[in-house]
């Protein structure tokens, strides 16, 4: 799968095919975790040729604020130290939380971009774990 994606419909795609516990690995063929949750972005949201809501793409069980730009601001945790330009460009972008399997390792975050190709359960990502943005 091309990992340059131009159109919000091609990363929805992609990002459709991910779910819950699929394994991550980094361009090195390395096992880094297991996918937490996929965001599909703001994009997804408000592009008429896709028929779901915000609510069906934030897997976050404490959000309290109904709206679309309350679901938007609880994507991410109060405890993640992401960037405000960052975290920005993820929300509108979507990605997938990765929940990293490494000894005392933090979560990370992937962005559609750095993914390379996914194939039956895994998610194989065309960067190193250490490119990958870090849940703090």
């Known amino acids: 799968m091309n990992s340059n994606f131009t159109d919000s419909n091609d990363t929805t795609v992609l990002l459709g095919r991910i779910h819950q516990g699929m394994t991550v690995f980094d361009n090195k063929d390395d096992e880094i975790g297991k996918v937490e949750f996929v965001y599909f972005g703001a994009q997804a949201d ?7 809501t ?5 897997p976050n069980p404490a959000m309290t604020d109904a709206t679309i ?15 405000e330009a960052l975290a920005d460009r993820l929300r509108m972008s979507g ?4 929940d990293s399997n490494r000894l005392l390792a933090s979560d990370r975050y992937v962005m559609p971009d750095q993914i390379g190709r996914v194939h039956d359960e895994h998610v194989h990502l065309n960067v190193s774990y250490d490119e990958l943005i870090k849940r703090v």
Do not use: K, L, W
């Open 46 to 52: 408000t592009n008429e040729n896709t028929h779901t």
């Open 95 to 98: 990605f997938i939380r990765v």
């Open 69 to 83: 730009p309350g679901m938007i601001a609880d994507v991410f945790s109060p405890q993640d130290e992401v960037p």
């Open 54 to 58: 915000s609510a069906t793409h934030v």
